[in-house]
Nanobody, 117 residues
Framework: QVQLVESGGGLVQPGGSLRLSCAGS????????VGWYRQAPGKQRELVAF???????RYADSVKGRFTVSRDVAKNMVDLQMNSLKPEDTAVYYC???????????WGQGTQVTVSS
């Protein structure tokens, strides 16, 4: 019954911005750690950013200073604001949620982000 749905992907010019959203149902994000991952063709899936149940955030070095992860408790959503986008940011972006206290581990279907001129 747990479902994560990503949205907000699309085509953007280098240097542009996109805001991705992860909407959860059957799960309370404030009780879970929520991460954004991405996978580009020929590459392994990479952890981009995450926010813990306590609100701590961490970022991959490749996106630090450009991306911001945030949580809207009222809407039960986690967003990823992506600024100063580069062609190497092109990938399918996935939302993941897991509980620090249980074995729950859930993935969204992914949303495509393409950074190109």
């Amino acid at each position: 019954q747990v479902q994560l749905v990503e949205s907000g992907g699309g085509l953007v010019q280098p240097g542009g911005s996109l805001r991705l959203s992860c909407a959860g149902s059957g799960i309370i994000f404030s009780f879970n750690d929520v991460g954004w991952y991405r996978q580009a063709p020929g590459k392994q899936r990479e952890l981009v950013a995450f926010i813990t149940s306590s609100g701590t955030t961490r970022y991959a070095d490749s996106v630090k200073g450009r991306f911001t992860v945030s949580r809207d408790v009222a809407k039960n959503m986690v967003d990823l604001q992506m600024n100063s986008l580069k062609p190497e940011d092109t990938a399918v972006y996935y939302c993941n949620a897991r509980s620090p206290y249980s074995d729950g581990n859930y993935w969204g279907q992914g949303t495509q982000v393409t950074v190109s001129s």
